[in-house]
């Protein structure tokens, strides 16, 4: 009955193929090719992983830390070198210093310690700049452009300044995006093993702004009274502890009283700013200042403040940071416009080479759980352990791509469940996932097309991964359209199978074409948006995919199962 008429095209191009049994072998073949293929792109790295991908914003802060025991005058002069070379970017709207604090919390702040910081060697500097829809340059480049420029015109005024530039991330916040945590028992150690690591930090390729979290080693000048001087001299140690505070802080002296208020106003007396403070970190201008200072006697004779305080010279406490009550240090670095991924394991393993001279290195063997990357290190002469975790946002991306991996696969045994109660067959089932399980190919290949086209790299991100996800349903349900186009000829109209196929595909054709289109044209607005970009084109590409997969691949499945 059908051999009379001509058949379209694509129905005769589909039973050409079922007809042949080398043409069958050549569409498995190529596709199982393509799929090696693309999931090869990852390791050979022509396709990035990154967990957050970059995002464009209005504002972005910078961290100026100078040395422990500097002064807010060198803090000062850093700051204001920075504000120098920032100040001829024509997209900066404005700009706003906090000297030895932090700045006021932001969404960064709050997880980078922000709110910790006090004391004269810290400064922020917030930067707001032009609204982001007018601007032609995104704040991540910018960021990337200037923080060479700054870091080395700025870090060399007061020596061991670090300057970091702090962006505002896509996703939640971390640390850094490199932070690895050292944990010892003995504070100075860990300490000098934190200084090692962020050596290493500091050489890899694609890392900035290292820092080691732990404070530099200071001296600081303790002043002491001396007792029997003091008694002698007919003063007495209360009266020499006022004079001191009143010439370094300054002190309430007296009160007010008013008749509009309750309380009583203090009144505050304290050198002027010039007189007050000491030039430089050294012990002769402190004598300077102290023999400007004298007190009056009993007998009215005026006695200098030297003759009876002594100058001791003491090293500064450093801080001691603990994490779940283990003495550890965090070391911390962010990343260039890079994925966090690659740096690391290439730290890692120069890590391993490095320290391997002094210590025996153990990998942590759990697999795929957040610690995967961890390194014990055992000191060969002392015995004594260490720990390297790594944290940031390199365990939330491990935390993340498990989480997503584990939504997928729940996903796959649902729809797969699904299928056997309708189809009463596991063939038709695991050919239909299989089918929607290549899409993967496309949205791949898609990145790596998309790449080559975007100014910065195009990284398949944490959305890539839902939109991967999304498609699943849409894929299986193309080949289940069809299945069940064949089986009805099969059955009803009890059409030859190969010819059943060709019929059904090239009946499906058309609404699984539309259907793609729609897509297609739906989620090309997403695919410029810097976040959901990955979305956008995972959902292009893994559709267009789909589409062949199911026309081509699936009717050559089908052709071979005894189910249908």
């Known amino acids: 009955m059908h051999s009379h008429h001509k058949h379209p095209r694509f129905e005769a191009f589909v039973y050409n193929i079922l007809q042949s049994k080398t043409k069958k072998f050549m569409v498995i073949f190529l596709t199982l090719l393509a799929l090696a293929g693309s999931v090869m792109m990852l390791p050979s790295k022509l396709v990035l992983a990154k967990m957050l991908p970059g995002k464009s914003t209005n504002t972005y802060s910078i961290y100026i830390d100078t040395p422990s025991g500097s002064s807010i005058e060198q803090t000062k002069k850093v700051s204001q070198c920075v504000i120098d070379i920032l100040k001829n970017e024509p997209e900066i709207k404005n700009m706003e210093t906090f000297y030895a604090q932090g700045s006021p919390l932001d969404y960064a702040g709050l997880v980078k310690g922000s709110a910790m910081k006090m004391g004269q060697q810290y400064a922020e500097i917030v930067v707001n700049l032009t609204d982001k829809h007018t601007r032609e340059d995104k704040s991540f480049l910018m960021v990337q452009r200037l923080r060479p420029v700054v870091q080395h015109s700025c870090e060399k005024l007061v020596k061991g300044t670090n300057i970091k530039f702090i962006e505002m991330p896509a996703g939640p916040p971390t640390l850094a995006s490199i932070v690895v945590e050292v944990y010892g028992k003995d504070n100075s150690k860990v300490i000098k093993l934190g200084h ?80 007050k403070t000491i030039q430089s970190n050294n012990i ?79 990998k942590v063997p759990e697999f795929m759980s957040t610690y995967m990357f ?25 935390d993340t791509f498990r989480d997503l991996g584990a939504a997928f696969i729940a996903a796959l045994i649902l729809i797969f469940l699904l299928l056997v109660v309708y189809y009463k067959s596991f063939t038709i089932s ?24 975007t100014a910065q790299t195009f990284f398949l991100t944490a959305t890539s991964l839902i939109g991967f ?42 609404p699984i074409m539309l259907t793609a289109i729609a897509i297609i044209l739906g989620s090309a607005l997403l695919a410029s948006d810097p976040v959901f970009g990955g979305l956008g084109v ?27």
Request: aromatic share 6%; hydrophobic share 45%; charged share 25%.
């Open 196 to 275: 090692e690591v962020s050596k290493i930090l500091a050489k890899t390729d694609g890392l900035v702004d290292v820092d080691v979290m732990a404070d530099e080693s200071y001296d600081k000048y303790q002043l002491l009274p001396i007792n029997d001087k003091i008694s002698r001299a007919g003063l007495n140690v209360d009266q020499i502890n006022k004079i001191l505070y009143l010439a370094f802080e300054g002190m309430g002296i007296a009160v007010k009283n008013t008749i509009d208020h309750n309380d009583q106003i203090p009144i505050f007396v304290s050198l002027s700013k010039d007189s």
């Open 284 to 362: 002769d201008d402190l004598k300077n200042k102290l023999s400007s200072l004298s007190l009056m006697n009993r007998q009215g004779m005026m006695i200098p403040l030297t003759e009876v305080v002594k100058i001791v010279k003491v090293p500064a406490n450093k801080t001691i940071f603990h994490k779940d009550l283990k003495t550890m240090v965090n070391v911390i670095a962010e990343t260039d416009m890079v994925s966090q991924v690659y740096p690391l394991l290439e730290a890692r393993d120069a890590m391993i080479e490095y320290f391997s001279k002094d210590y025996e290195v153990k």
């Open 374 to 398: 961890d390194l014990t290190l055992k000191d060969k002469k002392t015995g004594e352990e260490y720990l390297l975790r790594w944290d940031g946002e390199m365990k939330v991306t491990l």
């Open 430 to 453: 695991g050919m239909i996932l299989a089918g929607s399980f290549l899409s993967i190919i496309g949205v791949i290949v898609g990145h790596w097309v998309a790449d080559i086209f």
């Open 469 to 510: 996800i999304a498609l699943m349903g849409i894929s299986s349900r193309n080949s289940l359209l069809l299945i069940d186009f064949a089986k009805g000829l099969i059955d009803n109209k009890h059409i030859e199978k190969k010819r059943a196929i060709a019929i059904a595909s090239n009946t499906r054709a058309k």
């Open 538 to 564: 995972a959902l292009i590409s893994g559709t267009v995919a789909a589409v062949i997969v199911s026309l081509i691949f699936i009717p050559v499945l089908m052709d071979n199962t005894k189910a249908i």
